[in-house]
């Protein structure tokens, strides 16, 4: 390159003409006026509707409606459905947790009554459906978490109980 310098010649932009500039709306806080001429989304108005909804689909869920009606009732996936039960059902105090959990077993005894029937009568899918909900109550009950070593404890000391020792 060489020492001589290029020189851009400048144009001279002609002032823009005065915008008019639109009123704020009478509930807008003037602290959360972000510079510029547009107001700062309400970001706490957003999560209320989300957290009302949220509890809205678990109110729904613990009256007995189907997650895919509730899906279709809110516009949303019943995979969003089931997360945000999730995440409610982790947020229950463990006194209150009790209560829906009593309440739940309680449903699938209803269920599992006439479908054992069916069940020992003969009924392939009742079968499967007897051991769906035996599956459902053993993860309500934590029987799936116990430690595997709890039968081996139960068996020694039934020995010693029967050995005397």
Do not use: C
Not at 32 to 47: C, F, I, N, Q, S
Not at 69 to 91: C, F, G, N
Not at 142 to 162: H, I, S, T, W
């Amino acid at each position: 390159m060489s020492a001589d310098t290029i020189t851009i010649a400048r144009e001279e932009v002609a002032a823009l003409p005065g915008l008019p500039v639109p009123d704020l709306p009478p509930d807008v806080d003037l602290a959360e006026y972000a510079l510029g001429d547009t107001v700062r989304p309400r970001r706490h108005m957003k999560r209320l509707d989300r957290l009302t909804r949220r509890a809205e689909a678990f109110m729904l869920h613990r009256t007995g409606v189907a997650m895919t009606t509730i899906a279709m009732q809110m516009d949303v996936h019943p995979k969003t459905v089931q997360r945000w039960i999730r995440e409610e059902v982790q947020r229950i105090p463990e006194e209150e947790a009790d209560a829906i959990r009593t309440l739940e077993l309680a449903r699938l005894d209803a269920i599992l009554v006439p479908q054992m029937r069916l069940a020992l009568a003969g009924d392939g899918f009742a079968v499967d459906r007897v051991l769906r909900i035996m599956d459902r109550r053993a993860k309500y009950l934590g029987l799936d978490n116990a430690k595997p070593g709890g039968f081996e404890q139960v068996g020694a000391l039934l020995d010693r109980l029967v050995m005397g020792e």
